[in-house]
């Protein structure tokens, strides 16, 4: 379930987009208990700070490539650094632009499908308090732990504009080293440079808010569809032993008396399924071609920049100072557990669906509609680079081998 928490993580997040950046899509109603479409200007605020994102990419290649010719340059063990975390740094960003341009195409679906989300997730709440369902230990467990990391995401993406505001004033920084060349500007922490912190940190709050509106919009997906589930799949009522030709068989028969949402009948389930089928499409046309994807390339970069910077020049890196080694382990380990608990979760989901389809299939009546309904039902999945991959188990194990890899040849050059 979406729960009252989140909702305000998630409505706090947004207050704070609004009135710190003054760039947003939608804005949050507090007499309707809904998002709303933001005014055209908060909304031409979010295109602009992502117009200006994109000069960043174009400038930091420059800068980049003439420093492949210069050999005393890549010599240096803090310029090679200066070098990775730059490439680093402007992939991720180019990854962060897709997404919000997906985003800004999309941003009424988003919203109403948000909306939707949590009016659905009111009406399978109260379901639940009806027939006095508990959740179990795992599910419980699921809730905290989604409801912890939307709150550390929240925090970081609201902490990341002031951090990058002061990792600029670094000379490991990539953009503060491109100023420094062409520019002869050394950022510092001085009167004169505040005005350029704080319109960098204001660029960057933007990239924040959207990547903080696409692990919300997911997580709304996976915790309505978890709890769904959960609540439809039918429990077992009824063993029975029947002989075989060597040994005894068990036979478990299921039916919809012992659903954790009480007693349903069959239109009843199949609309409720539907439903969430319905949010399943709409989510995969969003996230399936470009999001998910471009969300994998992000998090293989910020965790390769980080560990290299880490490994190859630990010495410069703790010069720096804490802030950036700061920056640097949380773009490790932030990386690594959003790849791993988003595949986690997607997988569980439609491990649950499938469950879900051969209970129905099991039901004692085969020639009940729900059953008809099964035989036909997919699984619930998310798509990645839609419609080709589906977001596994095996997701993260793939991420974890192939960043390994990339680190270790790196390494070894």
């Not at 947003?24 to 992502?50: G, H, K």
């Not at 010599?75 to 962060?96: H, N, P, Q, Y």
């Not at 508990?134 to 002031?162: D, M, W």
Request: hydrophobic letters at 45%; aromatic letters at 12%.
């Amino acid at each position: 379930m979406i729960t009252s928490f989140i909702r305000k993580t998630v409505k706090y997040r947004l207050l704070i987009s609004v009135y710190l950046s003054g760039a947003a899509d939608w804005n949050w109603n507090p007499t309707q208990e809904c998002f709303v479409p933001a005014s055209i200007y908060l909304r031409w605020n979010a295109r602009l700070l992502l117009t200006l994102g994109t000069t960043f990419p174009f400038l930091m290649t420059t800068f980049l490539l003439l420093k492949v010719p210069n050999e005393e340059y890549m010599e240096s063990t803090e310029s090679f650094v200066i070098f990775i975390l730059g490439w680093t740094e402007m992939f991720i960003v180019t990854c962060i632009l897709m997404i919000g341009l997906q985003l800004v195409r999309y941003w009424r679906e988003v919203m109403h499908l948000m909306n939707e989300m949590s009016r659905y997730s009111d009406n399978v709440e109260d379901l639940m308090k009806r027939n006095n369902t508990q959740l179990n230990r795992e599910e419980k467990k699921h809730l905290y732990k989604a409801s912890v990391i939307i709150a550390v995401t929240g925090a970081l993406c609201t902490s990341a504009p002031f951090l990058f505001g002061a990792c600029i004033c670094f000379r490991m920084e990539p953009t503060h080293a491109m100023l420094q060349e062409w520019l002869e500007v050394n950022i510092s922490f001085q009167p004169k440079f505040i005005p350029f912190i704080i319109f960098m940190a204001w660029i960057v709050s933007n990239a924040a808010s959207v990547v903080f509106s696409g692990i919300t919009l997911i997580y709304h997906y996976i915790l309505l569809a978890r709890s769904l589930v959960y609540g439809l799949t039918p429990q077992s009522t009824s063993k029975m032993v029947q002989p075989g030709s060597s040994r005894y068989k068990v036979i478990i028969q299921y039916d919809l008396n012992s659903t954790y949402f009480g007693v349903l009948d069959e239109m009843t389930a199949v609309q409720m399924y539907r439903t969430q089928q319905i949010f399943n499409s709409i989510t995969n046309d969003i996230f399936g071609s470009v999001l998910i994807s471009f969300h994998h390339v992000g998090c293989m970069l910020a965790f390769l920049g980080g560990a290299l910077a880490l490994l190859q020049a630990t010495d410069d890196v703790l010069d720096a100072g804490p802030l950036v080694v700061a920056a640097l382990v949380l773009a490790v380990i932030v990386s690594l557990i959003l790849e791993y608990e988003e595949s986690k979760e997607i997988s569980e989901v439609c491990q649950k669906s499938g469950i879900f389809v051969r209970r129905c299939l099991n039901l004692t009546d085969r020639r009940s509609m729900l059953y008809k309904f099964a035989k036909s039902c997919p699984k619930l999945k998310v798509h990645a680079g839609y419609p080709f991959f589906d977001v596994g188990k095996e997701t993260f194990t793939q991420f974890w081998g192939q960043g390994l890899d990339f680190l270790i040849g790196m390494l070894a050059l």
